[in-house]
């Protein structure tokens, strides 16, 4: 499912990708940018954090128990509504990726603007490797249920949607896990900012590495390795 569907996962990743930009750039050229996306109340505690040498103090503000249980729960709710926006013809689902793009480029830019990028990659990513690569994925979900709504082939709207939403919902759930290891680093890791640089990158690297493997290189090598498989899945498509 994931590699016959890799075209509109790739689109995904570059509509993300796209807006991230065009978020730091427009917090780059206006700083009140920032403020329009984040709201006053974060940016504000963020700059406090700054200037008293913590700038990542809201990761520590929570029990981390509490902090991973919200945050899971959080991060499930925003796939699923990332997904489930798809039903409005693949619309909805845009918009999420739109909105959660603009809002990272901007954070990422908070961070740059005071000099501290390298740090931002090597704390915040400790966990986003993960949640982003699950909003993305989760928005390439929704995309496949609503272009199987705009274009159903040879089928029938109907069994188009229900071919679509199926396949939307085996890459949705397979996201749910890479969801808790997520919120388990933001909740219990990422908080730890003087961590060594040598431990953060190698969390990070391997965060990526697993989503490279796992929803790329490996569903390739399944596709390939059975061709009846592929077949009879592409005669459904």
Not at 67 to 90: H, K, P
Not at 190 to 199: G, I, K, Q, S
Request: hydrophobic share 55%; proline share 3%.
């Amino acid at each position: 499912i994931l590699y016959a569907n890799r075209k509109v996962l790739r689109f995904a990743l570059l509509f993300f990708t796209a807006f991230v930009t065009i978020g730091a750039f427009s917090a780059w050229q206006d700083p009140s940018f920032i403020r329009g996306i984040l709201g006053d109340a974060y940016v504000n505690m963020t700059e406090e954090n700054i200037a008293k040498g913590d700038p990542f103090g809201v990761y520590k503000s929570e029990n981390e128990f509490v902090m991973f249980l919200r945050i899971a729960w959080n991060n499930i709710r925003v796939t699923l509504m990332c997904f489930t926006m798809g039903l409005l013809f693949s619309v909805g689902t845009l918009y999420i990726l739109f909105q959660n793009g603009l809002m990272l480029g901007a954070f990422e830019q908070m961070f740059f603007a005071h000099h501290l990028g390298l740090k931002f990659v090597l704390v915040v990513f400790i966990h986003g490797t993960l949640e982003i690569s699950a909003i993305i994925l989760a928005g390439g979900a929704g995309m496949v249920m609503g272009n199987s709504i705009l274009f159903p082939r040879t089928f029938s709207r109907l069994e188009s949607f229900k071919r679509g939403a199926k396949s939307g919902i085996k890459i949705l759930i397979s996201l749910i896990p890479v969801l808790c290891v997520a919120a388990f680093f933001e909740g219990y890791v990422t908080r730890h900012t003087e961590m060594p640089v040598w431990l953060s990158a190698i969390i990070l690297l391997a965060s990526l590495i697993f989503i490279v493997w796992y929803y790329i290189l490996y569903p390739k090598k399944v596709y390939r390795n059975n061709p009846d498989l592929a077949a009879a899945f592409t005669q459904k498509k």
